[in-house]
């Protein structure tokens, strides 16, 4: 006699290793994932601790003028800067105005003067004059100057100078 199968066969994963499966891959993803979150923790609180202290450095620096010699023959002035500051500061770029005809004299750039704490540092650069090329002339030689450094920090420094201490 024939016996019939009135119930299908199934076959199925057992639940145990049907958990074992799935651990399998879940493991690895969220080890991935975890260590990634860590690292790009570590990351911004490194970006963020180390910002903070550059704007403490930004917040010590601190340049005084002590002198504006300009040349008299020539178009050259010196700068004498004292880093009365705390921190070592690094001269980025000077300005030099004419305040009468607010003529840009002096559009330096790419400078890179560095002052260390407690010294003075001069700094020498030629002015763009139109004219004779020289402070004493008459176009040049009663006008207020405003001069302005910039330093690496965001600080900025300003002063207003007339040649010859007229």
Known sequence: MILSRSVKERRGVNQIVGSLFMLAL????????????????GEITNRLASGITYQNEGGRESLVFENIMFDPNSNQVTLSIRNVGSVE???????????????????????????QPKTGTNIITEADLQFSQKWDDPNYLNSEYKISVLTSKGNFFEIMARPFNT
Do not use: F
């Open 26 to 41: 879940v493991v690895p993803v969220g080890t991935v994932v975890l260590t990634k979150g860590l690292n790009e923790t």
């Open 89 to 115: 500061s690094m001269i980025v770029k000077i300005l030099m105005v004419k305040m009468d005809t607010q003529e840009m004299l002096v559009n330096e750039k790419s400078i890179a003067v560095r002052a």
